[in-house]
């Protein structure tokens, strides 16, 4: 029966963990998996998420069953977080709690896939090695539209709307929300209105995947780009994934909102999320999500929270500055956000700088910025110097 199937590749962005493992030089650098990385190169547990999970134990009396769309008040306190109390409550938005961001992504991809078959899912290149097969896995079609231009480091707006104008309406078009996965490059504010714009005009249906809100330019900047795209656009998609903001990863938070034309869409999109998440995973896992829920209804935990995350945030944007400063090759990095930057190196150059030095990166030149270490970003720069452009 299985002989029949074919090869499948590992997942290169999680292999490099075992690599990296596996090395046993002192000074070795984890850029791979994109999880955030204090100066020792160890991923922590937040404080907030350690007190809200120390009240969870001692408060919970029950293991029960909850329903299918999650924890509905972890849905609601984190609408209030992500899109504000007042859009929170319009009734043609619907949200559900999901395993994580992945969850998420898949569970409007099955959702499209039942409404409209036929459309065609449309992605920037490059993106999260994930985007595509989730789509796929649901039975959609997906092409890839040109995004980022390396001679520039930054978005080429007019290849990409190039590319789309070959989209039909009802077609689905997948936006990173903020912090570029990998590349770090924004869409400007007024690029990203003639993208909205483009999108209204042809109706092309907008599918925002927000996996690293408050990890750029803060909660409120961050997010400010989905709202105005949510208020411009009758029907659009967000999935929403807390595992990096709140440092939860295995845990798998994420929530699925979805906006639909009228109130009355809306609940019948909620309907058939409930239903297809009970063929996927019945359930989402609750742990993450009460810890989430907790931190947002306590306020000292939630003050805290947000200043872990506006170290983490800090921390992040000074490894940028200080790369940006050590080469020009590196310089936008200094203007690009959050976790990922792709540096101009090839594979055989990826592979030099892990067999001499003990960089681990993902072989398209991605980076970790959260794996670099403030006290030997010199040295990293120097090594990875002789493959850069002068
Ligand atoms: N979307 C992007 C762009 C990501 O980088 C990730 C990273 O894991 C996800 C979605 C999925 O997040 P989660 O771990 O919550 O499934
Ligand atoms: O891009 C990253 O590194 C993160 C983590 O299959 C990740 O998004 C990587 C691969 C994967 C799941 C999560």
Redesign the pocket.
């Known amino acids: 029966l299985f002989d029949g199937l074919t090869r499948q590749p590992a997942d290169p962005l999680l292999g490099l963990t075992a690599l990296f493992e596996a090395d046993r030089r002192p000074d070795r650098l984890d850029l791979g998996v994109?999880v955030f990385r204090d100066e020792q190169g160890a991923t922590p547990i937040m404080r907030s998420v350690k007190a809200a999970e120390g009240r969870l134990l001692e408060r919970q009396d029950t293991k029960a069953y909850l329903g299918t769309e999650g924890d509905p008040l972890f849905v609601r306190y984190l609408a209030d977080l992500v899109l504000g109390p007042e859009r929170a409550d319009d009734p043609r938005l619907t949200g559900i709690q999901t395993?994580?961001?992945?969850?998420?992504?898949r569970l409007g991809a099955e959702l499209l896939a039942g409404a409209r078959p036929d459309a065609t899912v449309w992605i920037g290149t490059p993106?999260?090695p994930?985007?595509a097969p989730i789509f796929r896995q649901a039975g959609l079609s997906v092409r890839m539209h040109r995004f980022f231009d390396p001679s520039r480091s930054d978005v080429d707006l007019d290849a990409m709307l190039a590319d789309l104008a070959n989209a039909r309406p009802g077609d689905v078009v997948v936006l990173?929300g903020c912090c570029?996965?990998p590349t770090g490059v924004t869409l400007t504010a007024a690029q990203w209105a003639l993208v909205v714009r483009f999108c209204s005009t042809r109706g092309l249906v907008p599918f925002v995947?927000l996996?690293?809100h408050g990890l750029g330019d803060g909660l409120e900047a961050d997010v400010a780009p989905t709202l105005a795209l949510l208020e411009a656009m009758p029907e659009a998609l967000l999935?929403y994934?807390?595992?990096?903001n709140f440092g939860l990863?295995r845990d798998?938070?994420?929530a699925l909102w979805v906006q639909g034309a009228t109130p009355g869409s809306a609940t019948l999109v909620r309907g058939h999320l409930q239903a297809l998440a009970r063929s996927m995973w019945s359930m989402p896992p609750d742990h993450g999500a009460a810890i989430v829920r907790e931190i947002l209804t306590e306020s000292v935990l939630k003050e805290d929270w947000k200043a872990e995350l506006e170290t983490m945030r800090g921390r992040i944007n000074g490894l940028r500055a200080a790369l940006a400063a050590l080469h020009p090759a590196l310089a936008p990095i200094g203007r690009q956000r959050g976790?990922f930057a792709l540096l101009p190196v090839t594979p055989a150059n990826v592979a030099a700088l892990r067999v001499d030095h003990g960089i681990y990166m993902a072989d398209s030149g991605r980076i970790n910025i959260a794996g670099l270490r403030t006290a030997s970003i010199d040295r990293f720069v120097k090594q990875l110097g002789p493959f850069l452009p002068a």
């Open positions: 994109g395993p994580g961001g992945t969850g998420a992504l993106t999260w994930n985007h990173h570029h996965n995947d996996a690293y999935a994934s807390c595992d990096k990863y798998r938070v994420g976790m």
